[in-house]
């Protein structure tokens, strides 16, 4: 595995109160059973519009974000979408509602631009029990994912976003998904590749003070016979196998590892089926400085006017190096000053990480917090709040048993 050194990249400035996205979850409900889901589907479970802004007062009191994630659960099948949608533009957030996609039709879609919808993040991937996909595989899903990048940018100012869950033995199909993302770098504006994460019940131990839990009642126990800790430099090498000069611009670290990547972040810059080059950190640095010198707040999602002004952001290249370098390759070929030069943003996600005595390395500065009961907890983990009111700790088994020999 390629060591990256965390050093050679824009550390985000993100925070707990000054961040680039808060989460809402207007429900819990969901029309798919998705192998790494971390939530429980509950089928009453629609939240009040009442209930949603005490939720928004609670991420404006504690915190500033450029957007709001609407996710859950299956947001879209929230019987007030387009009233929500419309609450988190009055808050001041950017409305991003965080989809598997098969509850909208170009009807919804249309009445949630008029609510004043910013962007559309899909999840799919194949672990997901997607009827009409349940034998396609990571490659074949990109024909889905056409299909609703195609519907936004027929709709026509939306951002348009693809998360994808990574197992062991889909990994490979990553720079395929990568290549076809290149493709369509005029309609397809963020890739998320998030790494699969599950208990890890042989490892650790799970506790609320001195009560050790049994965590099959949580919803992300899964005892699979496969990995649950692949690491963002592993797919950073897979990428290199298909693109080998692609590299990273800034990362997230971890709350408990400083130099790990939980939010690994690439820019790259091309044309449909070509790149040129990538963006470095001080064009980075410069863009999260500036925007949020002028309106207070980091750069999250951008209108998909600005994802065709890659050009512009060429201008940068007296800053940083690696820009230099795209400059060069693009205009190497004259006709390029005519052509129309596209961003595209690649992050990968590294959740939690149990470390070898036992902490948990979540997210530092984690963009991902939601609301319950008043205070800001970890989305991924927020079914431990629901059932005991707090995150449970964890220790190594072997230290849990050379402690219980002790008490023998």
Known sequence: MIKLNHLDYYRLPWNLSDNIISWLEPTSKCNLACQGCYRKNEVNSHKSLDEIKEELKVFNHYRRSDSVSIAGGEPLLHPNICDIVRLVKESGSKPIV????????????HDLKEAGVFGFTFHIDSRQNRPGWKTANEIELNELRYRYARMLADEGGISCSFNSTVYEDTMKHVPEMLKWAEKNIDIVHVMVFILYRAVENDKVDFYLGPKKIDMSKLVYNEDMPERADIKAEEIIEIFRSAYPDFDPCAYLNGSEKADSFKWLLSGRLGVKG?????????????IQSVHH???NRYLSYVAPKLNKKG???LLLSLFDKKLRKTFWRFFRNPINIFRRLYQQSIMVIQPVDFLEDGRQSM???????????????????????????????????????MFEKELV
């Open 363 to 401: 997210c530092d500065g984690c963009p991902d917090m939601t609301v319950w009961n008043g205070k800001l907890v970890y989305s991924c983990r927020l079914e431990e709040q629901l059932n005991y009111g707090y995150n449970l700790k964890t220790y190594p088994k072997e230290l849990n048993k």
């Open 98 to 109: 965080n989809t598997n996609g098969i509850a909208l039709t170009k009807e919804l879609l």
């Open 274 to 286: 070509k790149t040129y080059g990538y963006v470095g950190s001080k064009t980075m640095e410069i």
């Open 311 to 313: 050009k512009s952001m």
């Open 293 to 295: 010198m002028f309106t």
